[in-house]
């Protein structure tokens, strides 16, 4: 069996609700993707989200015509092509998205889910709910959280950062939806940078005389281990951090220094290959990891495999519209199905319907760092937005 190709496909979506953090309150309800299929000489084909130039250069250049089902060996030819110039940003989401279609077209090869192929002896993945939120009001905080409780999920994640007093108000919105599920509620926050370490050990000191908290989450910036060790060191929650790095590489001193207790990973960590990598480099320290959201939580075949894995973060907003199923959430559980590969693919005839208008260029784009952000604090109603126009 031979690659031959790839194709990828645009699309847009409006999502079920607003997302926004500290560095864009606001919020934003466009999500824009690409659709992606990895061809084959014999009929299969692996599918994943991802696309741009790199992608198509990439699988030009390194696979087609080679073996698909040594998915590792692939990985390290296209990160070892990469080297002088590093695995980093689109390069590295190029690869990330190519390697998950690699190992789901080798699952559709095997005739087995990918949770199968990769090792796992469990379908299950615990998950905690994340609204990324704070674009939503107080009844949207109950009414997501809530929500997420009546199928059994007890963990959330709320994003905080811009005002203390609204920060107490809605963990404790967030704490009473979640304990509808009958279970003790596990509360999770996010300042997503937002903070410097001294920031945070104050408000955090604020904020812990009223709840416990589980963790939170980039209470510094992402290479800043001496400010994560700092925070770590000064409060009772632990200190999650990891999502925004690219490579092993980038990992290796968070947990060289005992910087965060909890290491977030996900796709664009390398991939399925990158991200197990990490994962196994931080099982030697004895430090959990915790998958990142996903459309369609494909993301949870890796959790089911990792031996150090804690939860995975579950957004439930509507992006899963391009794929003919989701994985269901059961009683606090992802469930992995047994269709072959990722469990599901994609809905051609949605992609059509959800292919970008003209005018939709960089919508939906990610925001960038908030004024004032590791120096004081700009509330939510306060200061000019940036026109990048």
Known sequence: MKITGVRTQPFEITMDRSIGDANNPQGRQHFGGSALWLDTDEGVTGIALGGGPQVHSMVEELLVGRDPRGVKGLWKVMDDRVFKGGNRGAVTGAIGSLDVALWDLKARINGEPLWKTLGASTRKVWAYASGIDLSLDDEGIREFYGGMAKRGVCAGKLKCGLDLEMDLRRIQIMKDALATSGKTP???????????????????????????????????????????????????????????????????????????????????????????????????????????????????HLGAVLPNHYMMEVLDNGRDAVFTNSLPIEDGWIVLNDEPGLGFTFDEEKLKELAPSEDAAGRGMPWGRRRGGGMYIVGPDEGVEVDWE
């Open 186 to 300: 596990e509360l999770l926050i996010d300042v997503n940078e937002y903070w410097s370490p001294k920031q945070t050990i104050r408000f955090m000191h604020a904020i812990e005389s009223h709840f416990d908290i589980t963790w939170i989450e980039e209470p510094a910036r992402r290479w800043d281990w001496h400010g994560l060790r700092k925070v770590s060191d000064n409060v009772r929650a632990s200190v999650a951090s990891g999502e925004n790095r690219d490579e092993i590489a980038d990992y290796a001193p968070l947990l060289m220094n005992r910087a965060v207790d909890v290491l977030n990973l996900g796709a664009r960590a390398g991939g399925i290959t990158g991200a197990m990598q990490i994962a196994d480099m931080a099982y030697g320290c004895e430090i959990p990891v915790s998958m990142m959201n996903c459309a369609a939580n494909f993301m949870a």
